[in-house]
């Protein structure tokens, strides 16, 4: 495909976006529902999960995979824009008085909703068999099934906010300022799906090292090294899908928690060795 053809179907495809957005806000509205409703429900209808599915002849004409890239950054970009603006207009003076305020909301608005979430995932974890869910979830899958329960979609509380004119009120301060800290709390959680992997992984990596006859920092290199993964893994994991120990949805989750332990699988190198250590060859972490 030519630069100029790309160039048409980026400007096309945005063109189509903006006006199936523009529509489905009026129509959100029309029927007394606020805006970002509608513009949601044509995000989606435009999106792989109904038009990609019911016609992928229509998705991949409008939407070819040559200009998802652009249209990707371009969704960033806006959305970085409009959060700004929104943050612009809030009134900090409003935040100083209700900080504390906002500052319990947070961990209360989310540790009630994860814990009734796990509880449900726990409880109900045998009946979605049918969408390729093991019978017996695992804790990995509880506190995953939480935290995405439990969080709230700041852009569009923040479209909330703006389009009700709350930006400078309390409770669309406290709101925002709340969904702020939500995601920070988030985050820290499900940090404690991918730090037990994590730790497992390098700890018994530098443990086997070290009994190698290893010094502390070479073996810690080693366990780091280990923990990176790659194409050995996801055919692993494409073996396990097509025998149906794995369900596509986990399939899917599983390299990015993958690509998390690879972004930490990376040691400075190891020091060249003083004079204690001159009858013993020298170690590298990694190739020139």
């Not at 160039?7 to 495809?13: E, S």
């Not at 930006?167 to 301060?173: K, N, Q």
């Not at 399939?251 to 003083?274: F, N, S």
């Amino acid at each position: 495909m030519s630069r100029d053809l790309l160039i048409t179907h980026f400007v096309g495809a945005s063109a189509v976006v903006l006006v199936a957005a523009h529509a489905g806000g009026r129509l959100a509205r029309w029927l007394g529902q606020p805006g970002i409703v509608g513009q949601l429900t044509a995000g989606i209808a435009l999106g792989p999960s109904l038009l990609g599915s019911a016609a992928p002849g229509a998705y991949q004409a409008v939407f070819p995979e040559a200009i998802a890239p652009a249209l990707t950054g371009l969704a960033q970009f806006s959305l970085v824009v409009f959060l700004s603006a929104v943050g612009y207009e809030l009134d900090p003076g409003v935040l100083g008085e209700r900080a504390r305020t906002a500052v319990a909301v947070a961990p209360a608005a989310f540790a009630v909703p994860m814990a009734v979430c796990c509880a449900c995932a726990l409880l109900f974890g045998p009946w979605p068999l049918g969408l390729g869910m093991p019978e017996r979830p695992s804790p990995a899958m509880v506190v995953f099934a939480g935290i995405a329960l439990s969080i709230t979609a700041v852009p569009v509380l923040t479209a909330l906010v703006r389009e009700n004119g709350l930006a400078s009120t309390v409770p669309g301060v406290v709101a925002v300022s709340a969904a702020g800290l939500l995601d920070v709390i988030g985050w820290i959680t499900l940090s404690a799906v991918t730090v037990p992997a994590v730790v497992t992984k390098v700890g018994s990596g530098t443990m086997a090292a070290r009994l190698g006859d290893l010094d502390r920092h070479e073996a810690r290199t080693v366990g780091v090294l280990l923990s990176a993964r790659g194409l050995t893994e996801l055919i692993a994991l494409d073996a396990g899908l097509r025998s149906g120990l794995l369900s596509p949805c986990t399939r899917l989750t599983q390299p990015l928690l993958h690509l998390v332990r690879r972004a930490g699988a990376r040691e400075r190198p190891v020091p060249r060795p003083g004079p204690a250590a001159a009858g013993r060859p020298a170690s590298r972490t990694r190739a020139d």
